[in-house]
């Protein structure tokens, strides 16, 4: 029986369709679900014309062909960031897990430096600007947070640390018989909901004619809202606290997920000043194609 001032964990199958041999997960579904939302809203950012001025915008085709690059950046860069991040010795002693992707073990800063690497690939590729890229990409990724936080709850992994007195907490089935932060559903609300509210607004106020703004402000807020929920978030229980012991409201040191948002931090503010100041912007700005060629492409 749970402790008084706690939740029962809901009762949701993490698999969501089974077909014979075949079986479909809420997590596979909340990466379908980011991706295609992430699809929808960057082909309608293209079309936008009053968000890119002069600057050369890319094409809603090669938003389309994009897509697979970044689904690829995210899952590869995904897993080789958890392998080293948060459990090389397990599969430096045993190679054959690392492709065990069935098993689980994602790290949302490996997928972030996969996906950069894929924008700026394509961007190349295309004769594109890499900055504005990684704007759009800036402005759609909290969807794909978003849908994949609330997939972690549902699974019940990487639940919250333990929270006795806390009215909302909830008793996951894999995290003992003490209630816990549902930090899962905290993280959604901030790096999803929040910032993709943040992300926005301020795309609206400053469009793409500031390559590298965007992304700047996308990196700096994730550090931030990342940081914080770690203050409530079970850490890994290979690693623990990398150091310190009596940090913020509920105690504990800092963990890897905190200390990985440092340079993030630092790059996103870098960004901002250098993009503010216009030191990202093409030195010879193109055109953007008519409003019919647009329309021939979508």
Not at 169 to 180: E, I, N, S
Request: with cysteine; aromatic share 12%.
């Amino acid at each position: 029986m749970p402790p008084l001032l706690a939740l029962p964990f809901p009762a949701i199958d993490p698999v969501a369709l089974a077909i014979g041999p075949i079986t479909i997960k809420w997590y596979a579904l909340a990466y379908i679900a980011g991706l295609i939302g992430g699809w929808y809203y960057a082909r309608r950012l293209v079309m936008a014309d009053s968000l890119w001025g002069v600057v050369r915008r890319p094409s809603v085709a090669d938003i389309d062909d994009l897509v697979v690059w970044v689904a690829l950046g995210v899952v590869l860069g995904g897993r080789i960031g958890y392998v080293l991040f948060y459990n090389l010795p397990l599969y430096l002693s045993d190679p054959v897990e690392i492709f065990a992707i069935r098993n689980g073990g994602m790290s949302f800063h490996g997928g972030f430096l996969g996906a950069i690497l894929a924008f700026l690939l394509f961007a190349r590729v295309r004769r594109l600007n890499g900055y504005n890229l990684l704007d759009i990409g800036a402005v759609v990724v909290p969807i794909g947070l978003f849908f994949g936080r609330i997939a972690n709850f549902v699974n019940g992994e990487l639940w919250g640390r333990v929270a006795p007195d806390f009215p909302y907490a909830v008793v996951f089935p894999t995290g003992g018989p003490l209630p816990r932060h549902p930090s899962q559903l905290y993280e959604a609300a901030t790096e999803g909901l929040l910032l993709f509210i943040v992300m926005a607004l301020a795309v609206r106020r400053f469009g793409f004619r500031r390559p590298g703004l965007l992304g700047g402000i996308f990196v700096l807020g994730y550090a931030l809202a990342r940081t914080a929920c770690e203050f409530f978030r079970e850490p890994d229980r290979q690693l623990g606290f990398l150091f310190g012991d009596n940090l913020g409201p509920l105690g504990g040191g800092i963990t890897m997920g905190m200390l990985l948002c440092v340079p993030m931090a630092l790059v996103g503010l870098a960004y901002i000043v250098l993009a503010a100041r216009g030191w990202t912007r093409p030195r010879h700005p193109v055109e953007a194609p008519a409003a019919a060629d647009r329309a021939v492409e979508a």
